[in-house]
């Protein structure tokens, strides 16, 4: 049996939930191969389960392979941010 391939994560959802407001500058810093910018109308019915998840008034995302979005989660600088004191 081949191991399935991890999941791929929206750049945009991981950002939020780590407070990151510089949304494209922290995706710029992934390399192209672990990350894929999808429009909705380059795409036509070939990724429609994508989709149907998604607010019909977005017209694109950025997928993060799921090493790049760990990548995002250990880079983490928030002020304050750390193991308890």
């Not at 049996?1 to 999941?7: F, G, I, Q, S, V």
């Not at 994560?9 to 810093?29: P, Y």
């Not at 799921?66 to 308890?84: C, F, H, M």
């Amino acid at each position: 049996m081949c191991p399935r391939p991890p999941a791929p994560a929206f750049g945009g959802d991981i950002c939020s939930a780590l407070e990151i407001t510089a949304v494209g500058r922290a995706l710029a810093r992934l390399d192209d191969d672990d990350k894929a910018s999808l429009r909705r109308s380059d795409t036509g019915g070939l990724t429609p389960g994508i989709w149907e998840q998604i607010d019909p008034r977005v017209q694109s995302v950025v997928l993060v392979t799921e090493n790049r979005a760990t990548d995002l989660i250990l880079q983490w600088r928030k002020p304050g941010a750390g193991p308890p004191s």
